[in-house]
């Protein structure tokens, strides 16, 4: 690869603008190069005049001066000019101070203008960035404008023009090619430096267009290739312990429960016992939508290690969430005399000592706990399962140091934010993925409203009719104090308290708070000392109080579609019909969005509707971090491309499964270099 060079090298740019351009996180050439401009102004050819002012960047045109008009009022030159094309005719404006145009125009001369248009009476007028005078005869050549992505004291004019400026320069730095030769030949891509060159100033849209095609491309073949590699590697450790499963232990485990598993339920547990009947670890995730029986699918996957004399370990985000799959687990366990051991942060040292010491001798089967299962001095004699709830809430690291704790042991993560099937291709290309795409019979569906603020005097008063009735609410906001126009939760408790609700027992929820204190919060609001819960989207994830039956969600609009589905799973979960109220302002033209929400139930729905709303880095901003750190592919509108690259990457690794050819040296080398493929590839 050859040598970078610091920005402050490139001609343009100076002591002033560096820092500039670092902001922008540009701080060498090869930054520079690889800042594609997001779009392009098509300036090749004059806009009729008829036609000005229909695009909301510069324009050019091309005319014959009529008339020219020229003033100066206070050191501002103020001229005016008048051109007339086969369309029509038009105004030229220039207006400043330094212009020094006064004098040049006179009647008869044929001009090139550029710049914005404004729609006047008088017909559109172009405030004239740049201009020149044409000979009689010749035609105008314009260019395509690269725009990139600017700041406030940086715009893309300077960036373009510091591109422009340095361009060979900047692709005398370009490193190896991580496109193979024989696949930029299969798919007909150029050479690496003439992509570089057909982005930053290509001569027609179809260049530009097929040069970021060749980045997108090589973008997803990292991605794949690493992916891929990560399997390979996995499938070739055949280190697991390979269970055994019973012929009749599926049969056994639902006569043991009060109700017979759903269809996807028994679908779900076979593949996850076939991968566990292997030697070779099992990586699998779990999805399904809130309520669809998620921890009986683990519970099935615990009594199988438990059969085969290994143990399991459970981990889940908090203590809440620990607690509740303990509880959870219990009952359904006890049949197969498997305990549950708990070990939390909060715990006595007694209580603790002895739970690590039944771990570490083998003696307890199960260990459900939070981070502090990860804690030095848990051991485990034989650890073969490791299930990880809410995987995404972990780091690759944690999840690591879990499962280190065993030699080879089977992997589940679970997760109850359903990840579009386009995306999970992707952002799990390590991954098998399960899905229960089914709920257990007779759940009565969350009732949902959309409501303008200016109703919610009737929401409230709908929350306290629900209150009467013996049930719960939660009143969810996005901001903790008032430091936005954004609802906040410490004010409207106050309120609630003040003048709504001065007779009920309000509670408050938040992130600033400490985990002693919003477990204490939630003790007391799952033990119904609490009617109504305000709280910030610190409830969203796994909280189960089953006489909650109404969630009140405002400024809902500052929400994706798949989070306002997650915090609306928090009710629903008992015997009563619960109810979700969707508040937005009055003046929000978004509410649409929101509809789908009173629509569907169905979470995959859902996720891809907001999916193709938002795009997908928006998506997986919230939902999984890591798709968000793409350059510039996108993987829903790329998706085909994708597809495109791993089939690619997933011959390459056939033929030369280390990458050790020559001609593959630069796929290594972006391989070892690019962090996202790390971010992106969920495993280990
Ligand atoms: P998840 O973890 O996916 O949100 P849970 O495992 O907590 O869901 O299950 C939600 C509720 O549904 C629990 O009360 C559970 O007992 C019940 N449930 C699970 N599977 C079935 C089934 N097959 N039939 C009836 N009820 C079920
Ligand atoms: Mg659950």
Redesign the pocket.
């Known amino acids: 690869m050859s040598d970078d060079l610091p920005i402050e090298s490139l001609g343009g740019v100076g002591a002033k603008s560096a820092p500039l351009f670092r902001d922008l996180g540009i701080h060498t050439a090869r930054d520079l190069l690889d800042y594609i401009p997001f779009r392009y102004d098509d300036l090749r050819f004059p806009t009729p005049s008829n036609k000005l002012g229909t695009n909301a960047g510069e324009e050019n045109a091309v005319g014959v001066v009529t008339q020219v008009k020229e003033r100066r009022v206070r050191g501002l030159e103020i001229v005016e000019v008048r051109l007339r094309d086969d369309a029509g005719e038009f105004t030229a404006k220039w207006i400043g101070r330094n212009r020094y145009v006064i004098g040049r125009f006179s009647e008869g001369m044929r001009l090139f203008v550029r710049g914005r248009t404004e729609r006047t009476l008088a017909g559109p007028a172009l405030n004239v960035t740049q201009y020149s005078q044409l000979r009689d005869g010749e035609t105008y050549h314009g260019e395509m404008v690269p725009v990139y992505r600017a700041s406030k004291d940086l715009p893309t004019r300077k960036i373009a023009s510091v591109v422009a400026k340095n361009l060979p320069r900047l692709i005398g730095v370009t490193g190896d090619d991580p496109l193979p030769p024989g696949v930029a030949r299969d798919r007909k891509y150029g050479t690496l430096a003439s992509a570089y060159h057909a982005v930053h100033a290509p001569a027609t849209p179809e260049e530009a267009q097929a040069a970021r095609e060749r980045f997108i491309f090589t973008e997803f073949l990292v991605l794949a290739t690493a992916a891929e590699m990560r399997r390979a590697e996995r499938e070739r450790e055949h280190d697991a312990d390979p269970l055994k499963v019973p012929p009749s232990l599926l049969d056994e485990f639902e006569t043991a429960?009060p109700?017979?598993?759903?269809g996807a339920?028994r679908r779900v547990i076979g593949e996850i016992w076939n991968d566990m009947s292997r030697d070779v670890p099992m990586n699998r995730l779990l999805q399904?939508?809130?309520?669809?029986?998620?921890?009986?699918v683990a519970a099935a996957a615990i009594v199988l290690a438990a059969r085969n004399g290994v143990q399991s370990a459970l981990m889940a985000p908090t203590e809440i969430l620990a607690a509740q799959h303990a509880a959870?687990l219990a009952p359904l366990l006890l049949p197969f005399g498997i305990p549950v051991e708990a070990v939390f942060g909060s715990q006595g040292a007694r209580a603790r000592n002895a739970a690590v010491g039944r771990i570490a001798s083998g003696e307890a089967a199960l260990a459900v706990g939070t981070h502090a299962l990860l804690t030095e001095g848990v051991d485990f004699a034989r650890l073969g399962l490791v299930i990880i709830d809410e995987q995404h809430r972990f780091g690759v690291e944690q999840r690591a140091r879990l499962r280190a704790k065993g030699a080879a042991p089977h992997t589940l993560h679970m997760t109850?934010t359903p990840i579009p099937r386009t995306l999970a291709q992707s952002v799990y290309a390590d991954l098998d993925a399960s899905t229960?795409d089914e709920l257990?019979?007779?759940r009565t569906p969350i009732e949902t409203y959309a409501v303008r603020v200016s109703r919610l005097d009737e929401v409230y008063e709908f929350v306290r009719g629900n209150v009467e009735l013996g049930h719960q609410a939660y009143i969810v906001a996005p901001a903790i104090d008032e430091e936005s126009e954004l609802t906040s939760v410490v004010a409207e408790a106050e309120r609630l308290k003040s003048d709504v609700f001065p007779d009920l027992r309000i509670g408050l929820l938040h992130g600033r708070l400490t985990p002693k204190e919003k477990d204490d919060v939630m003790g007391r609001f799952s033990r119904g000392e609490i009617d109504v819960l305000l709280a910030t989207t610190v409830v969203e994830v796994?909280v189960?109080v089953p006489n909650a039956s109404v969630m009140v969600i405002l400024d809902a609009h500052r929400y994706g579609l798949a989070q306002l589905h997650q915090l609306r799973g928090r009710v629903g979960?008992g015997a009563a019909k619960s109810f979700c109220v969707l508040v937005y302002p009055d003046d929000n033209v978004e509410s649409e969005r929101l509809e789908i929400l009173t629509e569907s139930t169905d979470g995959f729905r859902i996720a891809e509707e907001d999916l193709r709303i938002r795009g997908a880095g928006e998506f997986a901003g919230t939902a999984q971090s890591g798709a968000a750190d793409l350059w510039i592919a996108d993987l829903v509108r790329d998706i085909d491309v994708y597809r495109a690259a791993k089939r690619v990457a997933e011959s390459l690794l056939a033929n030369d499964p280390g990458l050790r050819k020559p001609e593959h040296a630069g796929l290594r080398a972006a391989l070892e270099r690019q962090p996202t493929t790390r971010a992106l590839v969920l495993s280990s």
Not at 259 to 262: A, D, G, K, Q, R
Not at 288 to 296: A, I, N, Q, R, Y
């Open positions: 429960l109700f017979p598993l759903t339920q399904g939508d809130v309520g669809s029986g998620k921890t009986l959870k109850a229960i257990p019979p007779g796994g189960d979960r």
